[in-house]
């Protein structure tokens, strides 16, 4: 590994940790598609920053552009608060009036700036430490690491000093505003972290990057777990990855590192959201299916405790009555043999005494608790679940 | 230019006329369906997909190898109907919620395309600038089987909102009923978002990837705040995009280094803005007027209930009384004893003032009014 790839590979953890932090609580605010919007209207704040500075990396033009970030949220508000237009309309609104105003911008100067939209929408990890930080003639290293890794420091000590206020704020907004801590401050100081952290790693990843690293590592940290901690750590690691696996795979296919990045990071994603172990789509089905079929169970438990003559219990009858076909019949007449609900005589099915007191007091708990659900009478009684 | 110029130019310029009937189709087409877009709240799909259909044509062009649009329009169809439901799925089946959907969806298979193009770059007879119209929109390119591609779709679209006009309305305004009346919910949604997508991506080429949902949702927010009617909203919102294409080519014919997309992005949010102000119900100038209406006839009640106060306790009810009564009271400046003057609640006598008969009625039924709403 020569000195540059590493320099690459710190750079892209060091962007991912420090996006994946405010992306997580922009994810549990409801909040994620302000990223996307704040990646494409910062556009005119780096085109005038850069009029001004003509240098990327300049403090100044981070701080500008930021600035335009978070005008873009006020401007989101104000046009919420009017009640014309819904939130979502309002960010589809304001972002690519914003992101026009720049392309025009640059496009009305483009004898006089080098600066290319591609170069703020795609960005090109591989060219970042070409620019050094030199003082004095000494070199130290690459300006992106050193702008990405100020702005994870300032992150950092926000997120340990503010982390209460923040969690508290993200969860129970009445409650942060009883406790005296303003939500609008909170709020406003996330957006702010989120728009510098934004503008400081566009040059490096790219703004469309920037949205991918900030969103999939939290909504892949959402799908595995409900703690804010470790919905952190998670997400950073996962974050941390993706980065790494995703410039090696760039390197072998001599790739856009930061399409690699997030080819991984979408990969990663159709992984967890597949097979997360609680919330992933394979075992939502499975329970979906399992709930379905003790619904059914259920059903067809009460309709033969309110029919006591034969003929409304025969075999047969029951595709009729209830209207199954012959293989639901068959599961749910095996699946209540299992549990040991019900015994078949010559094709007559009687409820066991089991299978009555459960019916008993599945009715009983359904008219009482008719919001709750009856999973925990469920284990009471079911050997097998469906 | 000038404006004579232009129109010179519209007449015998072929470029420019197929581009100017493009971008209006396009708008009207947009304006139309974007109304679906914004009362569904599915504003930012548009956004969305259109990145999530960047992959799509890469692929196409990887695997046709030609920069045929109808290829590319496919791919492009298939990978924004991948991600369109992909964010359903999610929504529907995870605790996520539609923002991270769409912003993961975006972003992710926007890096994909990403990575796909930079092996278009790589291949020996790729011309990168050929599909970086994609991503930016160059209308310039638009040909003329483009524009035909654009009428047919806008023609389609418009037989199957005409079709399903009924069933439509319903799934906006209330899909349980809908439901309940029969009607297949699934499919209306499918279709009404398949033409969303397709919409959206026969739009790239115009106004790219990023602008893209602008162009979807400006004419209809504009739109929607001048009726509470949806065909004339849908309508309205046509008639905007269209003007916005229109007006936003003839901009940026007329004035180099201009690209098309951001001049119309750049119309249609003035019409937004115009519309926003001064929409007569909705508009917020005619609403702080409506407000400050209020306040002032408030201010107007409260003065004359105090005179009413005074009055009553009076045998002959039009007994005048001196204007240094009402000083302790804040309510009254010259002006608002003037208004009530011109109203004829009151009469003014140089320093006196009296409550006509008509004033007296006024504020006795004020106070009633007061009590029944007690």
Redesign the interface.
């Known amino acids: 590994m020569s000195s540059a790839q590493i320099e690459i590979q710190i750079i892209a953890c060091l962007v991912a940790v420090a996006c994946a932090i405010p992306g997580t609580f922009l ?1 549990l605010r ?4 302000i ?2 919007a704040i990646s ?1 209207s910062i556009l005119p704040g780096i085109v005038i920053g850069f009029f001004l500075t003509e240098d990327l990396n300049s403090p100044w033009l981070i701080l500008l552009a930021a600035m335009t970030g978070v005008i873009t949220v006020v401007l989101v508000e104000f ?1 919420q608060k ?1 009640g ?3 939130e ?2 309002a ?3 304001v972002f ?2 914003l ?3 720049g ?2 911008l640059i ?2 100067n ?1 004898n006089d700036v080098h600066l290319d ?2 170069v703020v ?2 960005g090109e990890l591989a060219y970042a430490p070409s620019y050094r930080f030199l003082i004095n003639g000494m070199d130290l290293g690459p300006k992106s690491l050193w702008v990405i890794g100020t702005i994870l420091l300032v992150t950092l000590l926000l997120l340990i000093t503010f982390f209460k206020e923040l969690k508290i704020s993200t969860f129970d907004k009445q409650l942060a505003a009883t406790l005296g801590f303003s939500p609008v401050v909170v709020h406003y100081g996330l957006m702010s972290i989120a728009s510098v952290t934004t503008v400081g790693a566009f040059d490096a990843v ?1 703004a ?2 920037v ?2 690293l ?3 590592p ?2 892949i940290a ?2 595995l777990t409900n703690d804010l901690k470790k919905m952190l750590v998670i997400a950073v690691f996962s974050g941390i990855a993706s980065a790494l696996t995703g410039y090696w795979i ?1 390197h072998y ?4 590192i ?6 991984v ?2 990969v990663l ?1 159709l992984l967890v ?1 597949l097979f997360a172990p609680k ?3 394979i075992s ?2 499975f329970r979906q299916k399992r709930q379905q079929m003790e619904v059914y169970l259920l059903t067809f438990l009460l309709h033969l405790q309110n029919h006591t003559e034969e003929s409304e219990r025969h075999l047969n009858h029951l595709s009729e009555h209830i209207n199954w076909g012959k293989i639901r019949s068959k599961t749910v007449l095996d699946l209540a043999l299992k549990n040991n609900m019900i015994i078949i005589e010559n094709n007559i099915i009687s409820l066991t005494e089991k299978g009555q007191g459960f019916t008993e007091k599945a009715i009983d708990y359904i008219t009482t608790n008719s919001t709750v659900a009856i999973e925990k009478m469920k284990e009471d009684f079911f050997l097998f679940r469906g | 230019m000038g404006i004579t110029e232009y129109i010179d130019l519209l007449f015998t310029d072929y470029t420019l006329q197929t581009v100017t009937l493009g971008t209006a189709v396009l708008g009207a087409l947009c304006g139309m369906l974007g109304s679906f877009a ?1 009362l569904r ?4 799909l ?2 969305a997909i259109s ?1 999530a259909a960047l992959p799509g044509i890469a692929i196409a062009f990887l695997i046709t190898e030609t920069k045929n649009s109808n290829a590319l329009l496919i791919g492009a169809l298939i990978s924004g109907l991948i991600g369109a439901f992909w964010i359903r ?2 929504v529907k ?5 539609s ?2 959907a ?3 969806i ?14 278009i770059q ?1 291949m020996p007879n790729a011309n990168q600038a050929g599909l ?1 119209k994609y ?2 929109g160059q209308a310039a390119t638009l040909v003329s089987s483009d524009v035909w591609t654009m009428c047919f779709i806008a023609g389609l679209s418009l037989l199957v909102l005409l079709v399903f006009w009924k069933e439509f309305k319903l799934l906006l305004f209330d899909a349980d009923y809908a439901k309940s009346l029969g009607f297949n919910i699934k499919f209306l949604d499918v279709l009404i978002t398949f033409f969303i997508v397709l919409c959206i991506v026969i739009g790239l080429q115009a106004v790219g990837v ?2 893209m ?2 162009m ?3 004419p209809a ?1 504009a739109a ?2 001048w009726t509470n009617s949806l065909g004339v909203m849908v309508l309205l919102a046509a008639i905007f995009g269209s003007f916005s294409g229109v007006l936003g080519t003839a901009i940026s014919a007329s004035s180099s ?3 098309t ?3 119309i ?2 119309i249609a ?1 003035v019409f ?1 803005l115009f519309s ?1 102000v001064f929409s007569p119900k ?1 508009g ?1 100038l005619f609403r702080e007027i409506r407000y400050w209406n209020n306040r002032n006839d408030l201010q107007l009640h409260k003065t004359l209930a105090f005179m009413y106060n005074i009055a009553k306790t009076h045998k002959n009810k039009e007994h005048p009384h001196t204007v240094k009564i009402l000083n302790n009271f804040q309510g009254f400046t010259k002006k608002s004893l003037q208004k009530l003057e011109d109203r004829e609640y009151i009469k003014v006598n140089k320093s006196m003032w009296s409550l006509t008969e008509k004033g007296f009625d006024k504020a006795s039924n004020l106070y009633n009014q007061l009590e029944n709403n007690e």
């Open positions: 994810v409801k909040m994620a598609m990223s996307d494409h046009i009017t014309l237009v819904k979502d309309t960010i589809g609104l690519p009036t992101f026009s105003i392309v025009i496009a009305k483009a939209v591609d929408f795609l790219g469309i990057l949205v991918a900030m969103i999939a939290a909504a959402y799908l760039a296919l001599d790739a856009s930061a399409g690699s990045i997030a080819t990071l979408g994603f959201y919330k992933g789509l939502v089905l | 914004v709240k599915q504003s930012l548009g956004d990145h799925g999610i089946n995870t605790h996520l919620k923002d991270t769409l912003g993961l975006l972003s992710l298979f926007f890096g994909f395309g990403m990575l796909l193009l930079t092996f790589k970086n991503l930016f990023v602008l949902s602008a979807l949702l400006a927010a929607r705040q280094n201009l690209s997309g951001p001049v992005v750049l949010a937004v926003f909705r917020l």
